[in-house]
Antibody
Framework: EVQLVESGGGLVKPGGSLRLSCAAS????????MTWVRQAPGKGLEWVSS????????YYADSLKGRFTISRDNAKHSLYLQMNSLRAEDTAVYYC???????????????WGHGTLVTVSS | DIQMTQSPSSVSASVGDRVTITCQAS??????LVWYQQKPGKAPKLLIY???SLQSGVPSRFSGNISVTGFTLTISSLQLEDFATYYC?????????FGGGTKVEIK
């Protein structure tokens, strides 16, 4: 079964850091670009960052201003999001997602994890 | 950045109704338009990609269309399980952007 499972969310104080992980199974992880999408409580979907299959190409939302870093370990079938200098407005459910087509970077997302909640509050 | 404008923001409909949701891009995105369905507390589900291609396993009552005025998602005969929020997304260029969502509610 194709599956993505996020972990690492939780409560963190403003200015703190958190590292999210996404464990992939059921498909050839190293062949697909991956992405993070977030959703603030009661709000719409917001793209955060994408990384190509080999990690050579990386894109971020402008609003993150260098605070977040996406990475992947193909040997461990895992995707990561390092989040630093967290703000209240970063509070959201963070989803990892797989692109639909091999070797495509800007694409539809066909498999999503269940999401992990990040709450930034003092 | 490419802005995606969805309309309406909400629609009330009955089972069996035909529902159409529109999405417009602020720039040309060719046919690189994606539609998702999201139910409360769940992850989004891919419905349509490349403007009009139906994702495997998605019922044929869902269809996507491309026209000079924009993109549309049509549910030909609304079923109980279709009451949800629908989002469009442009997959033409980074930063990827989503529409604001359309909530389909029971009338």
């Amino acid at each position: 079964e194709v599956q993505l499972v996020e972990s690492g969310g939780g409560l963190v104080k403003p200015g703190g850091s958190l590292r999210l992980s996404c464990a992939a199974s059921g498909f050839t992880f190293s062949a697909y670009s991956m992405t993070w999408v977030r959703q603030a409580p009661g709000k719409g979907l917001e793209w955060v960052s994408s990384i190509s299959s080999a990690g050579s190409y990386i894109y971020y939302a402008d609003s993150l201003k260098g605070r977040f870093t996406i990475s992947r370990d193909n040997a461990k079938h895992s995707l990561y999001l390092q989040m630093n200098s967290l703000r209240a407005e970063d509070t959201a459910v963070y989803y990892c997602a797989k692109v639909l087509h091999r070797q495509q970077l800007d694409d539809a997302f066909d498999i999503w994890g269940h999401g992990t909640l990040v709450t930034v509050s003092s | 950045d490419i802005q995606m404008t969805q309309s309406p923001s909400s629609v009330s409909a009955s089972v069996g109704d035909r529902v159409t949701i529109t999405c417009q891009a602020s720039q040309n995105i060719d046919n690189w338009l994606v539609w998702y369905q999201q139910k409360p507390g769940k992850a989004p589900k891919l419905l349509i990609y490349a403007g009009s291609s139906l994702q495997s396993g998605v019922p044929s009552r869902f269809s996507g269309n491309i026209s000079v005025t924009g993109f549309t998602l049509t549910i030909s005969s609304l079923q109980l399980e279709d009451f949800a929020t629908y989002y469009c997304q442009q997959a033409n260029s980074f930063p990827l952007t989503f529409g604001g969502g359309t909530k389909v509610e029971i009338k």
